[in-house]
């Protein structure tokens, strides 16, 4: 690990579990066939299950809560979370309930939108405690950890070798976890990666009645827009 455990994306996200991806399922049918779309619907369920699989299998204290609403603000809008609850629907995934904007004022005190999805196979925890568990799990486990090491050139083959400041790793199997921070290391990854901003903020403490009040399910919230907006009650 080049920093600390959490440094990056895994302990600095918004903490929402969302199953989807940037393009529909009926997208990726239609590109690569409904093999593959089928896999891809499959995956995107099964990761949130390897996420509460691990909170429950480790005894991780992450403030897990299920529940995602996604947001419309335009009649357009909910006509696409209908088509989207459809296709999800046909590729199994359960779960989904819609809502009009007389069913609002239960998840989200706002008068912007007009109705919403939600997925309650969704959820939102403390990403940064999720991290820290999974990895004194792997440490419980045997695992070895070193932080502050970051990779300094890899040497690739059949059995590749992984060098450091302070040393090098022979492995048998590489497996490269570096996202936006792979820089040059590896240009055939880092090559292939857009970049995407987000940011992220919180309140100072509110009241429990007015925390209450915003968002009464707590559900996390993301919205429809191209450029969203995503927000969630921490504990």
Not at 183 to 211: H, N
Request: aromatic share 6%; hydrophobic share 40%.
């Amino acid at each position: 690990e080049a920093m600390r455990i959490g440094f990056g994306a895994s302990g600095r996200n918004g903490g929402q579990i969302v199953n989807g991806y940037s393009r529909d399922l009926d997208v990726i049918e239609k590109r690569y066939g409904g093999k593959a779309a089928k896999a891809l619907g499959a995956m995107a369920g099964e990761g949130a299950d390897i996420i509460r699989g691990r909170i429950a299998k480790y005894g991780i204290d992450c403030d897990l809560v299920p529940g995602g609403f996604f947001a419309a603000f335009t009649d357009k809008q909910l006509r696409e979370l209908d088509e989207q609850q459809r296709i999800w629907e046909r590729f199994g995934h359960g779960g989904l309930e819609r809502i009009d904007k007389a069913g609002l004022s239960k998840i989200v005190a706002s008068d912007r939108y007009v109705g919403g999805l939600v997925d309650h196979k969704g959820g939102h925890i403390h990403p940064l405690s999720l991290v820290l568990g999974q990895a004194a799990a792997v440490e419980r486990q045997g695992g070895r950890i070193f932080e502050n090491s970051p990779v300094t050139s890899v040497e690739q083959g059949a059995k590749p070798v992984v060098r450091t400041r302070n040393g090098a790793v022979t492995c048998s199997t590489l497996l490269v976890c570096g996202n936006a921070y792979i820089g040059d290391l590896l240009p055939e990854i880092g090559g292939k990666m857009m970049p995407v901003s987000s940011q992220v903020v919180a309140t100072e403490p509110l009241d429990e009645a007015v925390i209450r009040d915003l968002l009464p399910a707590n559900y996390c919230v993301e919205d429809m827009n191209y450029i969203l907006d995503y927000y969630r009650r921490t504990a």
